[in-house]
């Protein structure tokens, strides 16, 4: 849907257990932060968060990252394509084995992560050639006890990329939702 030119906030799973056979781990294991103002929590400011993007879904591991000056959520104005500066960090209890920026659906940068596999400070620069978006995300190969699911994990919401105008298209990805609306109405 992103690659469709849908704006979508990461966010995360809900407490209805409906389906037990997909059952992963404990309710409450998938989460999502949104970053709101300073100050006692309250649920305006929390949704409008969650709607601006400005959030990452977790079972584990935490991220920050930010892609031309614009945190998770904002948006990148370029007139060409250019390398893009970028900041992003991971703080994990559990080991992990992958942390990645991931651009239009592919990677674009594998970082690197300490020794431990818990945390990281990279700041770099990335191409970005085309409209789209950016995300960072974290995850291990395998199962980490005490993350009670397959293996841990983290994305970020995007970070939109505009570049010179262009409009977000990918006729492969639109295939694809209009083969499954096909199929839903016959």
């Not at 994990?92 to 239009?104: A, G, R, Y």
Request: proline fraction near 6%; include cysteine.
């Amino acid at each position: 849907l992103l690659n469709c030119g849908f704006r979508l906030p990461t966010a995360a799973g809900t407490d209805f257990m409906g389906n037990y056979a997909s059952l992963r781990g404990p309710v409450g294991l998938n989460r999502v932060y949104a970053e709101v103002p300073r100050g006692p929590l309250k649920i305006g400011p929390w949704l409008g968060a969650i709607k601006a993007g400005r959030t990452f879904a977790t079972n584990g591991p935490l991220l920050r990252f930010s892609l031309g000056g614009q945190a998770i959520g904002g948006e990148v104005r370029l007139e060409k394509k250019q390398e893009v500066r970028f900041s992003a960090e991971l703080f994990s209890m559990v080991p992990v084995d992958h942390l990645q920026i991931v651009c239009n659906g592919k990677v674009a940068r594998e970082l690197a992560i300490d020794s431990k596999g818990s945390s990281a400070h990279v700041q770099g620069s990335t191409p970005l050639d085309a409209s789209g978006w950016c995300v960072l995300r974290a995850f291990s190969d395998r199962a980490e006890y005490p993350i009670l699911d397959l293996y841990p994990y983290a994305t970020t919401s995007p970070v939109y990329v505009n570049v010179a105008g262009t409009p977000v298209r990918n006729s492969a990805d639109a295939a694809y939702f209009v083969a499954w609306v096909d199929r839903l109405i016959s």
